[in-house]
């Protein structure tokens, strides 16, 4: 076992993953390796999100707060917290959930969309944590993902803003 252990830590793949005894798991994470308790994953299950939305995402350890707030203000903005043009969203149909095949948002305004598994690829977010992160999208499409950022199409343009603010870290 301890071979395998070395191999995987070795080896050219930054997402692998190795079974151990124990109910244990060897992840290699990029550039290191991580061995404990596997990482649990969200339950996929869309939670409806609205104005003063505030409750922990499944069993990740995250806490999503969901804001409304006047345009014209000063915002201190951290990595997890996105300001969202309230004219730009369908609140009828804005929820939280994990990440599905196919979802992409434009992360800049000098290029096209890229897909939400490449931005997390290029964030070096290990496989086993990409279904833990917290997507907020409504009927056209992702709005922001959390520890990855928001659709460059939904920015702030003067008027009321939707503060969306993931608090909880990444293991």
């Known amino acids: 076992m301890v071979r395998q252990v070395i191999e995987l830590a070795a080896g050219g793949n930054p997402s ?21 308790a596997p990482c649990k994953g969200g339950d996929g299950a869309e939670i409806a999100l609205y104005d003063g939305f505030s409750a922990a995402l499944w069993d990740t350890g995250t806490k999503l707060t ?11 903005k951290t990595f997890n917290t996105f300001y969202v043009d309230c004219g730009k969203i369908d609140f009828d149909t ?3 959930r994990t990440r599905r095949q196919g979802d992409a948002l434009r992360p800049t305004g000098n290029g096209g969309h890229r897909t939400l598994k490449r931005l997390m690829i290029d964030r070096k977010i290990p496989r086993s944590q990409r279904g833990r992160l917290g997507v907020v999208a409504d009927r056209d499409g992702v709005i922001a993902v959390q520890s990855v950022g928001m659709d460059y199409d939904r920015k702030p343009g003067g008027g009321p803003v939707l503060e969306i603010r993931f608090e909880g870290i990444r293991e």
């Open 16 to 36: 692998a993953t190795l079974h151990l005894p124990g109910r244990l798991v060897a992840e290699r994470r990029y550039g290191s390796l991580y061995i404990g």
């Open 66 to 76: 969901v804001l409304r707030r006047k345009g014209a203000q000063d915002f201190n």
């Open 94 to 96: 804005l929820c939280v």
